[in-house]
């Protein structure tokens, strides 16, 4: 029985919209807290100034009022929700100070991990009381984080910064997203697993690993081991491939292409250019940059091909029409797409550049929240036990063949041989 536009509307994938959208709003009629509550510039000692306390208990009121208006109107529990939702964003705040350790942001150890380390610190040595799991709603933070995401997909900036590095985008996401699907399924890896690992391994890592998942409505297990698995595989890459670019005698600018193509996480991907040179961070940051403005299109690509197919193994696959298609399809989604065309196409440059930082701030708050409940959510027992280590097999094979791929891709676009070199 189909759904009705009331109870749609009051879904979660409706509401995280209309959350990222309030944020949005209210960020551009002029409520910007500095540095949304967070700056690293100072080191840790910074972060408890009277001043910047004051601004990130601020903005924590303001996403717990956000976020328990957001749960009233999905009807859910609101009973004890601000004291989970506080010790939430106390963890959060937590793993986010650790991450501004300088000796460790210079190694690319950012808040992802440290969220996603505390969290399972907590859950697996420690207990999750019950009292908490009422805010655990992960997908909840994710999803509004997404739509807030959009702010800084600029496609026009992306474009001029150079359309080689769209071209080597799309040409990786095309051939390793079906490689890796067709590795992981031969070896026996679930469709849903599959996808989320393919998509996360092809555009751009724990964001497209997220937004895989609400795509298709994943599981948040499988999810906590896909983003482990990019964390994990990270690190490692981003001292070695640099040493490959240096043994191969690339130049800056192929390397940098390279490196941006292949690493998962944009602060492992800029640590790792740094370490080349100044083309090389640059190559780098807009290739990633490119992968990132790829994956609204394909998040929407992946939810319509899922739908139509009937979610994992086509099992009871209902019969397909523009219906279904829109009563399935993640909303969060079309809401990426509606920020991202508004900061690209419709608000003046200043405006942009007013409120792209504050934003940022506040969307890394929300997947701050979301890393911490996916760690809470979690027991490594169970994890590392999932699928049989298939999955991992699956994910470096996947890697392996994203190196090689990347490789060629950078020296025929960016080398000079056929093109000419940008100027970078």
């Given at each position: 029985m189909a759904k009705t536009t009331s109870e749609l509307l009051r879904s979660e994938d409706w509401v995280s919209v209309w959350m990222g959208a309030a944020i949005i709003a209210l960020v551009l009629v002029g409520i910007r807290p500095e540095a949304a509550g967070l700056s690293c510039g100072d080191g840790i000692g910074g972060l408890f100034a009277p001043g910047r306390l004051a601004t990130t208990l601020g903005v924590g009121a303001a996403l717990l009022v956000l976020s328990t208006a957001g749960m009233r109107l999905m009807e859910g529990s609101t009973r004890g929700f601000a004291a989970g939702f506080a010790a939430l964003f106390g963890l959060a705040w937590v793993a986010r100070a650790v991450a501004c350790d300088s000796a460790l942001s210079d190694r690319g150890i950012n808040y992802a991990i440290t969220s996603l380390a505390l969290g399972l610190f907590i859950s697996n040595v420690l207990r999750v009381p019950d009292w908490l799991r009422t805010a655990m709603r992960t997908e909840y933070y994710i999803k509004a984080g997404l739509v807030i995401l959009g702010s800084s997909v600029l496609f026009g900036r992306v474009l001029e910064a150079g359309m080689y590095g769209m071209v080597q985008a799309a040409a990786v996401i095309a051939v390793i997203w079906y490689l890796c699907f067709w590795v992981a399924r031969k070896l026996r890896v679930d469709e849903e697993f599959s996808a989320m690992m393919a998509t996360a391994v092809s555009i751009c890592g724990v964001s497209a690993a997220i937004a895989a998942c609400g795509a298709i409505s994943g599981d948040r297990k499988k999810l906590s081991y896909v983003t482990s698995l990019v964390l994990v595989v990270a690190a490692p890459m981003m001292i070695l491939m640099p040493l490959a670019v240096d043994w191969l005698e690339l130049?800056?600018?192929?390397?940098?292409?390279?490196?941006?193509?292949?690493?998962?996480?944009?602060?492992?991907?800029?640590?790792?250019?740094?370490?080349?040179?100044?083309?090389?961070?640059?190559?780098?940051?807009?290739?990633?940059?490119?992968?990132?403005?790829?994956?609204?299109?394909?998040?929407?690509?992946?939810?319509?091909?899922?739908?139509?197919?009937?979610?994992?193994?086509?099992?009871?696959?209902?019969?397909?029409?523009?219906?279904?298609?829109?009563?399935?399809?993640?909303?969060?989604?079309?809401?990426?797409?509606?920020?991202?065309?508004?900061?690209?196409?419709?608000?003046?440059?200043?405006?942009?550049?007013?409120?792209?930082?504050?934003?940022?701030?506040?969307?890394?708050?929300?997947?701050?929240?979301?890393?911490?409940?996916?760690?809470?959510?979690?027991?490594?027992?169970?994890?590392?036990?999932?699928?049989?280590?298939?999955?991992?097999?699956?994910?470096?094979?996947?890697?392996?063949?994203?190196?090689?791929?990347?490789?060629?891709?950078?020296?025929v676009l960016f080398g000079g041989s056929i093109f000419a070199v940008p100027d970078l």
């Open positions: 130049s800056d600018v192929v390397g940098g292409a390279w490196i941006g193509g292949t690493i998962d996480t944009t602060g492992a991907v800029v640590v790792a250019g740094e370490s080349i040179g100044d083309s090389a961070t640059n190559a780098a940051t807009i290739v990633k940059l490119s992968q990132n403005a790829l994956l609204g299109v394909a998040a929407f690509a992946l939810s319509v091909w899922w739908t139509v197919r009937g979610g994992a193994g086509g099992a009871d696959r209902p019969e397909v029409s523009a219906s279904v298609i829109w009563e399935r399809f993640p909303k969060f989604v079309l809401g990426f797409l509606a920020t991202s065309l508004l900061f690209s196409f419709v608000l003046t440059d200043g405006l942009v550049d007013a409120t792209t930082g504050v934003l940022k701030g506040l969307r890394t708050w929300l997947f701050a929240l979301a890393f911490v409940c996916i760690g809470l959510e979690t027991r490594l027992r169970d994890l590392l036990a999932m699928q049989g280590g298939r999955p991992a097999v699956a994910f470096v094979i996947a890697q392996a063949a994203n190196v090689l791929w990347t490789l060629l891709l950078a020296w």
